[in-house]
């Protein structure tokens, strides 16, 4: 069991909610039974609620290396509890019991299950778990992998990555809040997206700004042949994206702030 | 007006439908598990249906505004595959306590076998077991019997029958099960079921206590709009706005809303239904359809 998030929720939760959920730990590693496990999880809005939580600075900091970004996306109390019970599995079995569990697992269950996979011990152990995630298309689901989720970042190889980072640009998601986005661009993804800006220039279709933030760094003659006819004829957004580009050494917005006003555009 | 369409199988249905409802006023909707129009070999297709009802369906439905609720339950057709009714029983509790799943159903009897008796009765117990209410699904063939035998069996184990709503009634078995104490739906479904005319006529007859409106659009030539469209029919035709309510949103609200998992709030405050999971691109609105002028344009689609 995760023993950070287990004090934490201690802190957090009203008295009656603390005793339920300390009962289902205490029977979980008394006498581990998949059963009352599954009923437990989904149990937790029920006895938990599901109130977002509000943590303090110091708390945050104490989550900073069990769990990088933390504070980046809303928990709560439901979405915790299910976590703590998830981490408290024996990592021998783990894989198997939340395999089931994925299996028939609701929306909000996912994604409390995908948020939390970065907690458990043995969590390189769900990488083709996190690549069957990341091939829903329920929107929710999805984020929950991909945006300011520690998890990929760390353990998906690159191609895996690649095709992450391809997809969430496909479901029009704020690209700039994919954790760690600007370490893991490569070589590779900036050719994918090259020969994606061609295919939608040929269909007549806009691109986001924020492709070019994957071309940044990985500047080709071909990448310089589309980045100056995105200069000619791209809306003001793309220009200061691909001018950004072009010219690395001048004074500019960073992509962050261009991923936001992506985001506002398209949220208008 | 606001409707509750409480018996509609969306996983048949195609966006536009959905578009039609959330344009005609459907704020939510409760979809059965029933039987697909051809009977499931393997468990594994009952389990992926389940979990496409509440996941997939779900997602599906709140893009287009609406809340989405299911039933969950094996439908008597099924029940007479024992071997893979056993399998599917064994599914069921991981699925009923599962968020927004408002009832055990649709449950009854098809052709009123010892199988499916047996089912019915486990499926009884299941929902007493977890305080569900229970959507009943009576039969089209020897419908007066079959209805009468539902509630017998139903009292025979202890309902309540205000936490169970008897489906697909008609004029004949109506007057039996609004004395007995039931929720007391129609299904307006032309050809095999009821018109709207026919209802309007009900309504008249029997007022608009415990009475529910529903459209049961599935595979079939069926009407996801009934609901509305009845309503349309029955202010045009006389009857108060009040007594409409009641039956096209009030009294579903109220009989399913005893599961504790559906509430006004969830569609009259929506926060969850976020304008930018809406309108994602690579999911049910495909190309994005708030930018539509702008691919028509693009593409040299002429309308
Ligand atoms: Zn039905």
Sequence with gaps: MNPTLHHLLQKHLPPKANTWLEGKLTALQTDFQPRSFYLAFGACPRFLGKDPLTFTE????????????????????????????????????????????FGTADYRELIALYKGLYFLDNAPDFVPRTREGLRTNMTGVF???????????????????NHMVLKAMFMQRPMYRIYRIEDRKNAKLADIFLDYAEERRSAYRPVSPELWRFIDGFVTDRARTALEKTRETGTPLERRAVEKVLAPDAEAVSWNVIGREVETALAG | M?????????????????????????????????????????????????????????????????????????NSKEANNEPLAEAVMELLPLYATKEGVVAIGEIGYDDQSAAEDKYFRQQIELALELDLPILIHTPHRDKKNGTYRSMDVLEEHGCDPTKVIIDHCNEETAREVLDRGYWTAFTIYPGTKMGNARMVDLMKQYGPERIIVDSSADWGISDPLSVPKTAALMLQRGISEADVRKVTYQNAYDAYSQSGQMDEAHWQDAPEVDQNQLFSGNSVLRAGRRTSEQVEDADNIVY
Aim: hydrophobic letters at 40%.
């Design chain 1, 58 to 101: 110091a708390e945050l900091s104490s989550l900073t290396v069990a769990y990088p970004n933390f504070s980046a996306t809303e928990w709560t109390t439901d979405q915790l509890g299910r976590i703590l019970l998830a981490t408290a599995l024996p990592t021998e079995t783990n894989v198997e019991v939340l395999d089931t569990l």
């Design chain 2, 2 to 74: 606001q409707f509750i369409d409480p018996h509609v199988h969306m996983v048949s249905r195609t966006t536009d439908d959905y578009e039609a409802m959330a344009a005609a006023g459907v704020v939510a909707l409760i979809e059965p598990a029933f039987w697909l129009g051809q009977p499931r070999t393997e468990v594994g297709s009952f389990k992926d249906y389940f979990s496409t009802l509440v996941g997939w369906e779900r997602f599906r439905s709140s893009q287009f505004g609406i809340r989405h609720y299911c039933t969950m339950g094996l």
């Design chain 1, 143 to 161: 984020d929950a992998i991909a945006l300011e989720n520690p998890y990929p970042a760390r353990y998906l190889d690159e191609d895996a990555w």
